[in-house]
Structures are given as C-alpha cells and as structure tokens.
C-alpha cells in the first residue's frame, strides 16, 4: 500500500474563489470519506463514497460543496466561492473491510486559506 | 448531542511510565466501533486500535491498548511506556453501526494533546 495521497498540500485562495482538491485512495479500497478538521477540533464528516456512487453528505456540505468519484478510483471536492469560514483541513480517508472491521487510512490533508 | 467526549484538552507524562486518555460515548446503536487515531504537529491521523461493541475482551496493540467499559460507555486508551515521539495529538472516534450495514463514517471527539517529558 502506497498510502492516501492528496494534493494539493496547501492552497491559499481569495474569498469567492473556486478551488478543488483531489484525494487518491489506496488502491482497492472501495470506500472513501471527506473530512474537515478546523484548528484544534477533531475532523468533520463530509460526504463519504462507496466505489463511484456518494452515499452520504453531511449537512455541513453546503450548496457550494461538490465531491465525486468517477469510475471509483480518486476524487475531487470542489468548493465554489469559496468563504473565509471555509479555511481549514480537508482531509481525504479510504477504507477497506478487514476482519470485519473497516480501518479507515487518513491522507494527509490539504489546508485551504481563504484571505 | 455530543457523542464522544474527551475532557482532557492537554495531558503530559514522563517518558516510560504509562499514560490513560478519556473518551466517553453516546449512542443507542447496539452496534458501533470505538478507534483511537493519534495525530502528530505533521497532521496525518494514524490509526492506532479499534474495539467493537461485542469484542469480548479489550483491543491490545504493542504498547497501546483500549480500556473498554460498556455499561460506563467508556473507551479510554491506555499508553504503556511512553516514548517521546508519543508527542501528539489523540482522538477518539466512534462508527455507530458495524459491518457491511455501515457507511463507516467516524464521529471524532475534540482530542487531548499528548506531552511525553523526557
């Protein structure tokens, strides 16, 4: 296993921006989750993947928030014009069954600035 | 409500003795997984044990292990010999649901920063 990756690793935008980030999973994991982390609180479940279909968003997940997953493999969460409250940790996790328990595997995240 | 409770914000221990993080949780799932994840100043959330809700016994992981309490609703993490690179920050999380019937999202507590004194 290669790990979660993510890139990028920081972005620094300007409010009202749009910025995607991407996540790639480790290979044949199925699942695959968003998380946001803001200083000093524990992550935020955003939207969460089972192969290509989004099962679950979050009502944290505005308007402005959009995930995929095509063909199931890495995927894109995109915020459009983007807030100052929209400053924080992304963090991207994939998860495969075993032993029947599904460990989650965190990348390192993309800290997003919003100026 | 919150789920996972973690009451201390900053915990210090001097390296090699052994170290107890809190974590409280609510759910009225009868099936849920507790994980503990320690995040180092780099950021990446490391998995470091699970116990689900029927395990009988307490998880153990080399140096870690759960303190699991049902009817308490606790699951603290026990640390044993504490090294410097123990340093961090630790996050208790819980998965109400278990197997292939759940999506698997973790709801996080609000952590406890880990100091280890040499």
């Known amino acids: 296993d290669t790990g979660v990756s993510q890139n990028p690793r920081h972005k620094i935008t300007k409010r009202g921006q749009n910025v995607t980030f991407r996540c790639d999973p480790i290979?044949?994991?199925?699942?695959l989750y968003w998380y946001r982390q803001t200083l000093g609180q524990g992550p935020e479940f955003l939207t969460y993947?089972?192969?290509?279909?989004?099962?679950?968003k979050s009502r944290l997940l505005s308007d402005r928030f959009s995930a995929e997953r095509p063909k199931g493999s890495f995927s894109t969460l995109e915020i459009q014009r983007t807030e100052q409250g929209d400053s924080a940790m992304y963090l991207c996790?994939?998860?495969?069954?075993?032993?029947?328990?599904?460990?989650?595997?965190f990348g390192p995240g993309t800290r997003l600035t919003v100026t | 409500a919150q789920k996972i409770t973690q009451t201390q914000p900053g915990m210090f221990v001097q390296e090699k003795e052994a170290v107890t993080l809190d974590c409280t949780y609510d759910?009225?799932?009868?099936?849920?997984?507790l994980f503990w994840y320690k995040q180092p100043s780099s950021g990446e959330m490391i998995f470091l044990i699970y116990?689900?809700?029927?395990?009988?016994q307490n998880a153990t992981e080399g140096r870690y292990s759960l303190n699991f309490q049902k009817a308490r609703k606790s699951a603290n993490l026990v640390i044993s010999a504490s090294q410097l690179g123990d340093s961090a920050m630790y996050f208790c999380?819980?998965?109400?649901?278990?197997?292939?019937?759940?999506?698997?999202?973790?709801?996080f507590g609000q952590g406890t920063i880990l100091t280890v004194h040499p």
């Open positions: 996790a994939s998860s495969r069954i075993r032993d029947g328990i599904y460990e989650q595997y």
């Open positions: 290979s044949e994991h199925n699942r």
């Open positions: 993947f089972q192969n290509e279909a989004q099962l679950e």
């Open positions: 759910t009225s799932d009868p099936s849920y997984g």
């Open positions: 116990q689900g809700s029927y395990d009988q």
């Open positions: 999380a819980m998965r109400e649901g278990t197997g292939g019937t759940s999506y698997g999202k973790l709801t």
